[in-house]
C-alpha cells in the first residue's frame, strides 16, 4: 500500500505560481512512477503530469507545457508539481497518483491516490 499526502493548493491571482507538494509513505520510492492528475469544476479527471522513478523522464499535458515542471525527491519520498504562468482555467482539484513500475497517463493505470488538493485561480 502507498499513502499519498498531498499540500500546497490555494487561491491565486492568474500569472502567479503554487508549488504542489505529494508525501508518499512507501519505502522504495523509487520503484514507482509518480503523476499528477487534475479535475476542474464540472469535468472528468485529466492527465497534467508524470515522471519515472528515477526522475529522468517527464510528461505533460499539451496544456501545461512549458508552464508546468514536475520533479521528485526520492529521498523525501515526495513529488512536486511548480505550476507556473497560471490560468483561470488551470481552476481544479490536483490529485496525487502512483504506480509501480513504468510511467502512464491514463488515471486507470494508477493504483494509488491522495485525497486531492484545490487549485483555484482568478481572473
Known amino acids: 500500500q502507498v499513502q499519498l499526502v498531498e499540500s500546497g493548493g490555494g487561491l491565486v491571482q492568474a500569472g502567479g505560481s503554487l508549488r504542489l507538494s505529494c508525501a508518499a509513505s512507501?519505502?522504495?520510492?523509487?520503484?514507482?512512477?509518480m503523476a499528477w492528475f487534475r479535475q476542474p469544476p464540472g469535468q472528468e479527471r485529466e492527465f497534467v503530469a508524470a515522471?519515472?522513478?528515477?526522475?529522468?523522464?517527464?510528461y505533460y499535458a499539451d496544456s501545461v507545457k512549458g508552464r508546468f515542471t514536475i520533479s521528485r525527491d526520492n529521498a523525501k519520498n515526495t513529488v512536486y508539481l511548480q505550476m507556473n504562468s497560471l490560468k483561470p482555467e488551470d481552476t481544479a482539484i490536483y490529485y496525487c497518483?502512483?504506480?509501480?513500475?513504468?510511467?502512464?497517463?491514463?488515471?486507470?493505470?494508477?493504483?494509488?491516490w491522495g485525497q486531492g488538493t484545490q487549485v483555484t485561480v482568478s481572473s
Open positions: 497518483a502512483a504506480r509501480r513500475g513504468i510511467t502512464a497517463m491514463k488515471d486507470y493505470e494508477y493504483a494509488y
Open positions: 512507501r519505502q522504495r520510492f523509487s520503484n514507482y512512477a
Open positions: 515522471i519515472s522513478g528515477s526522475g529522468s523522464s517527464t
